[in-house]
């Protein structure tokens, strides 16, 4: 009943945040800017009993300091197959549509994946794509290039999607180029800047790195870090914002709420002139630490 009267009262208001971190309750946050210029971030709904999280919420701001809580936008019941631990997503617009891509674990019993559901605002109201996964991975992200290909990438590896964004060009995984590869790594996030394919992950779960290269099919080049060893885990996104760029990620929150143990906060990405990426500082500050 306690849980049920929380995600009423989260679900009705506006969450009146200032810009400093922590923002708010979730984990593995995907970010987007929506087509009104509304950044928006679609996170876990981080409940202490992972088995329980069966769906999913969204946030949204115009100026980065007030964020709004729209409530559920997608659940198992409406995925169709969906079982349980509804984690880490990935959102992006394409073709006048928003396509969100998610990931259900579905516990030991049963095979999880990653599946899509389709709406034509960011906040919903969302329907089902396909009625059953699309591919058996796991922290999907998804990239739109500049040239109109769009990519689905697990860790290391990619396939390129047809222009309906719900079926693969590729029949068969691009295991990508980039090295040893370390044997816990998660959260893989794909963007692009000047012309230069940024790939990152999550090294041992919570050390965020990143390589890059000139084809969003690789080679890719280790670089370096982007943010210290995090937390028990870590998982981020990385959006550009009013020519600004903006990495979200999560922390463990020293002390949980009756219901959840991870929180969204947010920092301003920079990089050198040469386009490799400044190592980003954890601090209290988050967006609203003033940058050039």
Known sequence: MKKALLLMV???????AQA??????GADPS?????????FVFPTYDLKDWSDQKFWECWSSSDLVNWTNHGK????EMSGWGI???????ITFKNGKYYF??????GKEHPGGVGVAIADKPEGPYKEALGKML???HDPCIFN??????YLYAQNKVRELNPDMVSFKDQQDIRLEIGEVPDKYEATYVFKRNGVYYFTYAKKWNHLIYYTGDNPKGPFTYRGEIMKPYGANNHHSIIEHNGKWIIFYHEWAPKESETSRRRIRAEWLEFNDDGTIKLVEVTEEGLSRKID
């Open 84 to 90: 349980n631990n509804a984690w880490a997503p990935d």
């Open 145 to 150: 290039d500049d040239d109109g290909r769009s």
């Open 135 to 137: 591919i058996r991975w």
């Open 73 to 76: 936008i997608f659940d198992t």
């Open 10 to 16: 989260i679900g009705c208001a506006a969450f009146q």
């Open 101 to 106: 891509y998610y990931y259900f674990n579905n």
């Open 31 to 39: 970010g987007v800017v929506a087509r009104d210029g509304r950044v």
């Open 20 to 25: 400093k971190n922590p923002m708010f309750w």
